[in-house]
């Protein structure tokens, strides 16, 4: 199969962004690990080595700001172990909206809006991306949390359950969701830190009228993409693509024509000036058809529920594919406990260890609505605070040991220090 081949933009930085840039170099405070992150002075570019060609390593990570072609984590405050790697946090309800929620108010904007004030602590870290979805993720409406009593599921109807999609039933966009997108996608993008962007899920591609549309939404989506020159952005088709049939509706047509959309949404790179990495991510099992993997530029995991031992005999067969394994998506527990933690971060090590990056997937932001990005100011995992804040403290923990395996200098390791 041929490969695309990269042109080189004329400016070397996005013209579509140009006004907003000129505001960054004149107002921009940079991060401050030891000494600094790097100074992103130009738009974000994300590529894998095969798509780069045979003078780059296959199954690395690549990214560049208006220069050469560079791995991932190349700076100097990075550990050399950690190039070609990249490190996510799973923040699917970024962009969320639900349509039929009447029960509370609900600020889409100023949701989004929080999660873009938190991308300086994860950077911080050493995480350099954030994974988001088009049709969100599971919204945790709990009756005796948040007075909601619905379904997080399209297919339960209007009074009970939830509309939360960026497309119309004939795959068509939504310019709300499009608005905040682009605010995402920006404000990432100054910070050199990337987005996987997730188009379609299981609770929600029920809204589609037909396969066609969903292939027209796989298009329109892409198309906006490449007309906004937004590359800064991984592609992941539909996450969980593999699940059980009956989780996918429209006759299956997600997991036994995954690779068809796949091959289309490649196609519209096929004229533009620049091509995205794309993938489709597996369920938690971690199975994935070479066939399938040839396909991808990314091979995209989940690792929900599967022990490190078993992670790393996967990972080992997943990288025969020479493509980068990327696990987006990983949950060892649901309890923010000392033994939860144990696991997540031996997670965590059997992913770096073994040359692919690693997603963490926070409880309580990413399924309680309505939603906290936060990180707590300690990591200290104690009973004597509140639910939330021991959560908070729990993802305090999961970032430090991330900042661990990437950064030389970890910021909370300077602290105690000082």
């Known amino acids: 199969m041929s490969r695309l081949i990269f042109k080189t933009h004329p400016s070397g930085i996005r013209t579509t962004a140009l006004s907003a840039l000129a505001e960054v170099l004149v107002g921009l405070l940079l991060v401050t690990?030891?000494?600094?992150?790097?100074?992103?002075?130009?738009?974000?570019?994300?590529?894998?080595?095969?798509?780069?060609?045979?003078?780059?390593?296959?199954?690395r990570f690549y990214m560049r700001m208006g220069g050469r072609w560079e791995e991932t984590y190349s700076h100097r405050v990075y550990r050399t172990k950690a190039r070609g790697r990249l490190m996510i946090l799973w923040l699917p309800n970024a962009l969320f909206e639900d349509e039929w929620l009447i029960e509370r108010d609900f600020d889409p904007d100023e949701n989004t809006d929080r999660v873009i004030a938190s991308l300086d602590v994860y950077n911080a870290y050493g995480v350099g991306a954030i994974g988001v979805s088009l049709q969100g993720g599971v919204p945790g409406y709990r009756l005796e949390v948040n007075g909601i009593n619905r379904n997080g599921m399209a297919n339960a109807g209007k009074e009970s359950g939830s509309l939360v999609s960026a497309f119309k039933p004939d795959g068509s966009l939504k310019e709300s969701w499009l608005g905040r997108l682009e605010r995402l996608l920006?404000?990432?993008?100054?910070?050199?830190?990337?987005?996987?962007?997730?188009?379609?899920?299981?609770?929600?591609?029920?809204?589609?009228?037909?396969?066609?549309?969903?292939?027209?939404?796989?298009?329109?989506?892409?198309?906006?993409?490449?007309?906004k020159d937004f590359r800064n952005v991984v592609i992941d088709v539909a996450p969980g693509w593999d699940l059980e049939a009956q989780n996918w509706d429209h006759g299956s047509f997600i997991p036994e024509y995954i690779a068809h959309v796949l091959e289309d949404v490649r196609e519209r790179f096929h004229d533009a000036a620049f091509a995205l990495p794309i993938g489709a991510s597996s369920g938690g099992n971690m199975a994935y058809p070479d066939s399938l993997a040839q396909l991808c530029d990314v091979i995209l995991v989940q690792g929900n529920g599967v022990s490190p031992d078993q992670k790393r005999v996967r990972l080992r067969e997943l990288r025969s594919n020479l493509r980068p394994v990327w696990m987006i998506e990983d949950d060892n527990g649901a309890e923010p406990t000392l033994a939860t933690l144990s696991r997540e971060t031996a997670s965590a090590n059997a992913l770096f260890a073994n040359g692919a990056g690693w997603g963490f997937r926070p409880l309580a932001r990413a399924h309680l609505f309505p939603f906290d990005y936060r990180p707590g100011s300690t990591s200290e995992l104690t009973n004597e605070v509140s639910p939330t804040e021991r959560d908070r403290a729990y993802f305090k923990a999961v970032l430090e040991h991330i900042a661990t395996l990437v950064l030389k200098k970890p910021p909370h390791k300077q602290q105690k220090k000082r």
């Open 186 to 227: 920006l404000e990432t993008d100054r910070r050199g830190m990337v987005v996987c962007l997730a188009y379609f899920g299981r609770g929600q591609d029920e809204i589609f009228e037909s396969p066609r549309a969903i292939v027209a939404a796989a298009r329109n989506m892409t198309d906006w993409l490449i007309e």
């Open 33 to 59: 690990v030891v000494g600094s992150l790097p100074t992103v002075a130009s738009a974000t570019e994300i590529a894998t080595g095969v798509m780069l060609g045979p003078r780059f390593k296959p199954d």
